[in-house]
């Protein structure tokens, strides 16, 4: 096909694109319609800032789902993916006469929420927004589980791995918080030390047979194995890693006093919450719940949505064609640079 001849990009096409599957799992498993506030804190759901209502300089506060869809449609959002324990903070007295249209009778704060530089739209060690402008290295940021802070590669004080058997990361300072994840990583963990043999008490956490018939813990038998790695740097976890973790007495004790006790429920993973909207969807594809949104509105509604699919369409040929013309190669990069581009278009006109 030619660089100027016109194609007719499918729905499908879009819909099967990698980065809206990935979007649409992290969606999926919140209620766009309902706001989250009467479910308390919530264990795992998308969570997102309004820099219009909120922007640096005053308290953080952050929105559910449904909130960012009815609330705050038209204004600048920061989509912060998901959060642990998180109560929707919209319409409460962090955004002063600004009253929530889903469920208005909030309490004036969420005491228990947790909050960062993430919710005013900054990221990493270096502080910085996501996309960055003026950042020549283009890197996808990773998630550390813990902190749920967002970190450039670079910043990590690490070699960052390339394998699907890492599944989650802990940056260096929560490692540090938790000091005795050190002593698991040296075993099981990436970027460290060759793990050694787990002993089949280890594997099947049954207690160990000793004379003094002590509580087996397993962190204490790690340890006399006498295996250490540098404490620095992040570190790049297995999948199914918690199962490893040890649940004596004295282990749990530890976990509650460095706030990672949720480190021992495996359900808490962000792979676990996209598992489960993805099965609580059944057999609905994104294809068919854009397809049943549409069936909800009216025939003039409908056609709007067509007439600007058609037009995002249309833009996005030419922009890709203007990139071919000179001779350049489409990256991620530039995709997304066009959409951001498309949806400040949309903010201003809205705004207008």
Wanted: proline share 3%; net charge negative; hydrophobic share 30%.
């Amino acid at each position: 096909m030619s660089v100027n001849e016109e194609r007719t990009v499918t729905v499908q096409e879009i819909l099967e694109d990698e980065e809206l599957q990935e979007a649409y799992a992290v969606l999926a498993g919140s209620d766009p319609d309902n706001c989250s506030y009467p479910q308390g804190y919530v264990k795992r759901q998308a969570v997102f800032a309004c820099n219009t209502c909120t922007p640096r300089g005053v308290e953080p506060a952050g929105l559910c789902l449904a909130c960012t869809n009815h609330c705050h449609d038209g204004h600048d959002i920061f989509e912060l993916y998901t959060k642990r324990n998180f109560r929707c903070d919209c319409g409460n007295s962090k955004f002063g006469v600004f009253r929530c249209q889903l469920s208005p009778g909030k309490d004036r704060q969420n005491a228990k929420n947790h909050y960062n530089h993430n919710f005013h739209g900054c990221y990493c060690t270096c502080d910085r927004p996501y996309p960055d402008t003026e950042d020549q290295v283009n890197e996808d940021m990773i998630q550390c589980i813990i902190c749920e802070d967002w970190y450039h590669p670079r910043h990590l004080g690490c070699t960052v791995e390339d394998s699907e058997e890492l599944q989650e990361m802990v940056c260096e300072t929560c490692m540090n918080k938790a000091p005795f994840l050190w002593t698991y990583s040296t075993h099981i963990a990436g970027n460290g030390r060759t793990a050694c043999k787990r002993t089949h008490q280890e594997m099947t956490g049954l207690p160990v047979k000793s004379q003094d018939k002590t509580v087996y813990c397993r962190l204490r038998e790690l340890k006399t194995q006498g295996l250490e790695r540098a404490r620095e740097g992040a570190v790049f976890w297995p999948y199914h890693w918690r199962a490893t973790l040890c649940t004596c007495v004295s282990c749990k004790r530890a976990y509650v006093d460095a706030g990672v006790q949720f480190l021992l429920d495996e359900s808490d993973t962000v792979l676990a919450y996209e598992n489960r909207g993805t099965v609580e969807q059944g057999p609905a594809s994104l294809d068919s719940l854009l397809m049943s949104s549409l069936s909800t509105l009216d025939r003039v509604q409908q056609l709007e949505i067509v007439y600007q699919f058609n037009e995002m369409q249309t833009e996005l040929m030419t922009f890709l064609r203007q990139i071919a013309d000179e001779g350049k190669v489409v990256t991620a990069e530039a995709i997304h640079q066009f959409f951001g581009e498309l949806m400040s278009r949309k903010r201003r006109q809205m705004n207008s």
